[in-house]
């Protein structure tokens, strides 16, 4: 009706698409004018309409767990820290990032092969999204990584869920006919008073679950300034061995070893 009196008001072609709940359908409307009155015209769009909301959902969801993918985690957390630096902090709570990665999930994939490992991460999803509150956010931001945001969270707020997560874990899947326990490595940043990006939250989280992961794994470590530091000299160390190699400065010594029995 809206696009037929919009026609006859103007005389201009109307366009209108909706939903309509009792045949649980989607239409388009059509209306042009001409010298014999007002055409329109319905038509069932529903199926395109549904391709197109399913494009948009993998566009913005990993297919696999259903979780928000990196671009759209990033976009939250973007918000999330424009938010949190308008509105202020309080000393103890701040909004922090978990970024876990599971261990050795490379090696579930070439004992069970990729299908069995897709099913784990499906079933890691259900028992993670189960443990979200509503001041919570999770994405799956890699083949084995994932984000979980949380608002207005205190260190041992932000401490206790990554704990519950390992604890998650650690309860057996069923994949193959096999009984597997799984582990990861998880990292936590938080915002800082200074105006902190999302990316730099990200990195910061990222390098913390490295420490983890280099503590021997199934660990949880909160980011430290000299994390980054460890980061910078190590990657230091290695592009100077590869200038050294290039330059061929490497200097080979050898240093026999006598027994004296002999």
């Known amino acids: 009706y809206r696009t037929y009196t919009q026609t006859a008001a103007t005389g201009l072609p109307g366009s209108y698409t909706g939903y309509y ?12 004018a001409h010298d014999d009155g007002i055409t329109v015209l319905f038509r069932d769009v529903t199926r395109e309409q549904e391709q197109k909301e399913q494009l948009e959902f993998e566009a913005s969801h990993d297919y696999l767990t259903g979780f928000y993918n990196r671009r759209m985690c990033m976009e939250v957390l973007s918000r999330a820290v424009i938010d949190a630096s308008s509105s202020g902090q309080s000393p103890e709570a701040s909004l922090a990032v978990l970024y876990i990665d599971l261990d050795n999930f490379k090696e579930v994939n070439d004992a069970f092969g990729h299908t069995s490992g ?21 994405a799956r931001v890699g083949g084995d990584e994932f984000v979980v945001l949380l608002i207005d969270a205190t260190v041992g707020a932000a401490e206790a869920c990554a704990q519950d997560v390992l604890r998650e874990l650690a309860h057996p899947f069923d994949t193959s006919g096999r009984s597997v326990s799984l582990s990861a490595s998880i990292g ?32 949880v470590r909160i980011y430290d300034d000299a994390f980054d530091r460890g980061v910078r000299e190590r990657l230091a160390l290695r592009m100077d061995l590869r200038e050294a190699f290039a330059a061929n400065q490497f200097v080979l010594h050898f240093q026999p070893q006598i027994a004296l029995a002999d």
Do not use: C, H, N
């Not at 709940?21 to 042009?32: C, G, H, Q």
């Not at 990222?206 to 420490?211: I, R």
């Open 21 to 32: 709940a009792p045949l649980r359908t989607w239409f388009e409307v059509r209306s042009f």
């Open 118 to 138: 897709d099913g784990l991460l499906r079933d890691f999803g259900k028992r993670l999204s189960s443990m979200l509150m509503p001041t919570m956010f999770a």
């Open 188 to 219: 936590i940043a938080f915002l800082k008073e200074a105006p902190d990006s999302a990316e730099m939250l990200l990195s910061r989280a990222d390098t913390a679950m490295y420490a983890a992961k280099s503590s021997g794994r199934f660990q």
